[in-house]
């Protein structure tokens, strides 16, 4: 807590920025959060107790701004479990933001399809979460409990938002984006490495749609936190589940896909910040 408090009163020294909405960029997602107005930003390496982004397409970069008038910060890259950083690090910047007064958080990842109806270029909207991490000892919940945050134990069943997840799906409509914006569930898993074939097929068979190697340990930690929080995958590749499949995927077919399909997530989530209430 006591780090947390330092780096929210390191931000509010710098920036006279109040933002209520926090916003995370996957990989190669970071245009949302050159288009915020009044911009204010900071390197990771200049922010006391930040951790520092070490992937391709995680610029590392924090962006205060307004978003549709709304008040809003971005995260311009995120931090993993597979650089090496402990899962209450990589949540660290979630606790900052609500030390800031964020109320609700708004994740975007990148993430292979393992449902066989979804495409390359497809939106998912989650509507929940299987934490393979978390379900075998990595929580970032794990230690002692910090009261001034949240309880002990923490119900997930309401995760993500549903009046959000709804408003979201109502500007699908209206944008004409039905037929690439899915809801389903996301999988997070641990990386670096992608799914092998085995693996790929029982995560299908447990019931998820898409897998990456982010999001859910921030959703717990904002869910802990009292926030409430909208998820969005932008579907970069179709996982492997044949073994006579002549497929391969690698980061940076990832980041093409991401950059290809930026400025459509862009539009999308501006519409739905601009409906927030």
């Known amino acids: 807590f006591d780090h947390c408090r330092e780096t929210v009163d390191w931000l509010l ?40 982004s070490t992937v391709p397409g995680h ?81 970032p919940l794990l230690g002692p ?15 993500y938002d549903g009046k959000i997840r709804t408003l979201a799906m109502e500007i699908a409509r209206q944008f004409g984006y039905d037929s690439f914006v899915k809801e389903g569930v996301y999988c997070m898993v641990s990386g670096p490495t992608f799914e092998s074939i085995a693996e790929a097929r029982l995560l299908h068979l447990l019931g998820a749609d898409a897998v990456g190697m982010s999001t859910a340990a921030e959703v717990v930690v904002a869910r802990h936190c009292g926030l409430r929080v909208f998820g969005l995958s932008l579907i970069t590749n179709k996982v492997i589940k044949e073994y006579d499949s002549q497929e391969s995927i690698d980061h940076l077919k990832v980041l093409e896909v991401s950059q290809s399909r930026a400025s459509l997530l862009q539009t999308f989530l501006t519409e739905l910040v601009g409906r927030l209430e």
């Open 13 to 52: 020294g710098h920036t006279k920025q109040r933002p209520r909405i926090a916003i995370v960029c996957g990989s190669g997602l970071g245009l949302l959060a050159d288009s915020l107005k009044n911009q204010e930003s900071f390197q990771y390496t200049d922010i006391p107790n930040f951790p520092h």
């Open 59 to 139: 610029e590392g970069r924090l962006v205060f701004g307004e978003l549709q008038g709304k008040p809003c910060v971005c995260m311009k890259g995120r931090f993993h479990l597979y650089e090496g950083y402990p899962l209450w690090k990589v949540t660290f910047p979630i606790r900052v933001f609500k030390l800031l007064g964020v109320e609700i958080l708004l994740v975007t990842n990148a993430a292979g399809a393992l449902a066989d109806l979804y495409h390359v270029g497809d939106l998912m909207v989650i509507r929940d979460h299987i934490n393979f991490p978390g379900l075998v000892g990595q929580n």
């Open 145 to 159: 409990n910090e009261e001034r945050f949240g309880p002990r134990f923490l119900a997930l069943s309401d995760a």
